[in-house]
């Protein structure tokens, strides 16, 4: 089945950081989604993107639905402790089904 | 609080055994769906459901087959479970009304 190249695969970074992280696919999207899962729990819906070029922000986080409609980004301003989990993009071509990336793992070091 | 509930957080069940993974949810939803996630795999979908006695094969549905006999009710199981299949497994639920999906908090299961 299809997935998402998501990037990088795992992170290690400092309390106060920022982080950056990206979603790129060969196909061409209409929804994209940013999740985190906490160690233990289920993915939780953090942002969602619904047209190319659109930026949307959720506190710290700030997410963006690339111009071509094939890549998403998502960046953490100023990371703490509790930003410590995996974070997943995922995209939909219109369907009620989503294709989910492979995973960013976060460790933040205090 | 709506919420997906799936009915065990660990499972540790022996080769060849039949295993049935149950979810609930609360909110309902049309659209029901059973990933496993592996390190460095990602979320992958093993069946969807978009309604009651309805289903669909995702990407991965060999060893594996649903029921929906109930619109919030939708279960998964392992005909004859295999080592292979020790991963941890998330059910989610979906309106067609709205984007993304409310997840279960997950079962791991582990067959020895």
């Known amino acids: 089945g299809q997935q998402l190249n998501q990037s990088p695969q795992s992170m290690f970074i400092q309390e106060g950081e920022d982080v950056s992280m990206n979603c790129t696919s060969s196909?061409?999207?209409?929804?994209w989604l940013w999740y985190k899962q906490e160690p233990g729990e289920g993915p939780v819906l953090l942002i969602a993107l619904y047209k190319a070029g659109e930026l949307t922000s959720n506190g710290r986080l700030t997410a963006q639905f690339g111009i071509t409609r094939k890549d998403s980004f998502l960046n953490i301003s100023a990371s703490i402790p509790s930003d410590v989990g995996i974070y997943f993009c995922a995209e939909s071509s219109g369907t009620y089904k989503y294709i989910f990336g492979t995973g960013t793992r976060l460790k933040v070091l205090a | 609080d709506v919420k997906v509930t799936q009915s065990s957080r660990y499972l540790v069940k022996r080769t060849g055994e039949k295993v049935f993974l149950e979810c609930v949810q609360d909110m309902d939803h049309e659209n029901m769906f059973w990933y496993r996630q592996d390190p460095g795999l990602g979320l992958r979908l093993i069946y969807f459901s978009y309604d009651v006695k309805m289903k669909e094969k995702g990407d991965i549905p060999e060893g594996y087959s649903v029921s929906r006999e109930k619109k919030e009710r939708f279960s998964l199981i392992l005909e004859s479970a295999s080592t292979n299949q020790t991963s941890m497994y998330l059910c989610?639920?979906?309106?067609?009304?709205?984007?993304?999906?409310?997840f279960g908090s997950g079962t791991r299961l582990t067959v020895v």
């Open positions: 196909s061409i999207f209409n929804t």
């Open positions: 989610a639920s979906s309106s067609r009304a709205s984007y993304g999906y409310t």
